[in-house]
């Protein structure tokens, strides 16, 4: 679509806009995108929610701060095989 282009939409008596099919195709908006709208000096900007909230990388990777002695593969390969182990143990009830 060309930036020049104008295209143009109407407000319903239930203040619903539809979007013109070449402004969704462009943004990959299907139906039930949730669109964040921002009211701007310019007018209303439109854009797509993100599909996760920010976060913090001391909120997603609690392993991050730690400072002990690293662990080896083995070790590692142990552990996630106790886990795997009591989560089965757990489930079979």
Partial sequence: MAASR???TTV?????VILPKAIREQHHWQAGT????ENTDDGVLL????IFAPTRAEDVYA?????????S????DAGIEAE??????????
């Avoid at 854009?47 to 993100?50: D, E, F, G, L, M």
């Avoid at 593969?73 to 590692?76: A, F, G, I, V």
């Avoid at 795997?84 to 009830?93: C, N, P, Q, S």
């Fill in 73 to 76: 593969l083995e070790e590692m």
């Fill in 63 to 71: 392993s991050l701060p730690w400072r002990g002695t690293p662990k």
């Fill in 84 to 93: 795997v182990k009591r989560r089965h143990a757990r489930d079979r009830y």
């Fill in 47 to 50: 854009k797509a929610t993100p």
């Fill in 12 to 16: 319903s008596t239930k203040g619903q």
């Fill in 6 to 8: 104008r295209l143009t």
């Fill in 34 to 37: 949730r669109l964040l709208v």
